[in-house]
């Protein structure tokens, strides 16, 4: 089946510690973006990448890094310096051209303790 | 830059009510644009989506939205809710010159049977 998987679902980190998110699609799309969700504000954009090795901030990038070696996977490191990381994060993709809708994936529940 | 807000938060209807949920943007140029269902548990959806001609757009499930380009506007409405509508929703556009999406805030719909 084509489409976006996450990894893991639920994930608990101590404060301090770095953690990387995990998001491969089979949809050979090449746009891959990262999104937090929190109660009452909504998806806002951490990072997005439009092609292979290039990646551009979003509005809330602070306190988080991104990788694009590969087109079907975008990983998301939430550092140490994200002060409130815990957090519902969504991974999408879509066809960069022709700006067609984003498929999401299921969600990675982070706690930080 | 661009924004989508979404003026209600929540809304609690009864089964076989009417739905009209307003969404409006910021941008005056072309813009392609999209609302998505989040069900509990579940990854968000595409419901429908307005890339050009009919303003009037059908979706999936009953639902429907109409783009007023004088308006800024992309009302999601439903004629009879059901139980299964019980959601959040949000609205997203991307630009024609843009390379990424943009949500509002979410509407989360509770219908009660």
Same mark, same amino acid.
């Not at chain 1, 994060?89 to 066809?95: D, K, R």
């Given at each position: 089946d084509g489409g976006i998987t996450q990894s893991p679902k639920y994930l608990f980190r101590k404060e301090g510690q770095n953690v990387t998110l995990s998001c491969e699609q089979n949809l050979n799309h090449d746009a891959m973006y990262w999104y937090r969700q929190?109660?009452?504000?909504?998806?806002? #954009?951490?990072?997005? *990448?439009?092609?292979?090795?290039?990646f551009q901030k979003g509005d809330i990038a602070e306190g988080y890094s991104v990788s694009r070696e590969k087109k079907e996977s975008f990983p998301l490191t939430v550092t140490s310096a994200q002060k409130n990381p815990t957090a519902f994060? #969504?991974?999408?993709? *879509?066809?960069a051209r022709d700006n067609t809708e984003a498929f999401f994936g299921q969600g990675t529940r982070l706690t930080v303790v | 830059a661009q924004s989508v807000s979404q003026h209600n938060h929540h809304v609690i209807l009864s089964e076989a009510a009417s739905l009209e949920l307003g969404c409006n943007y910021s941008y005056g140029g072309t813009v392609n644009l999209f609302w998505y269902v989040q069900y509990p548990g579940q990854h968000l959806q595409l419901l429908l989506k307005y890339f050009s001609g009919d303003p009037l757009v059908k979706g999936i499930k009953g639902f429907e939205a109409e783009f007023i380009k004088s308006k800024f506007s992309f009302n999601l409405r439903k004629p009879s809710v059901q139980w299964s509508d019980t959601a959040e929703y949000f609205c997203a556009v991307i630009t024609n010159t843009g390379n990424q999406f943009y949500f509002g805030t979410g509407t989360s719909l509770t219908v009660i049977p």
């Open positions: 929190d109660p009452g504000q909504g998806l806002r #954009l951490i990072y997005y *990448s439009q092609i292979v090795n290039d994060y #969504l991974c999408a993709s *879509s066809i | -």
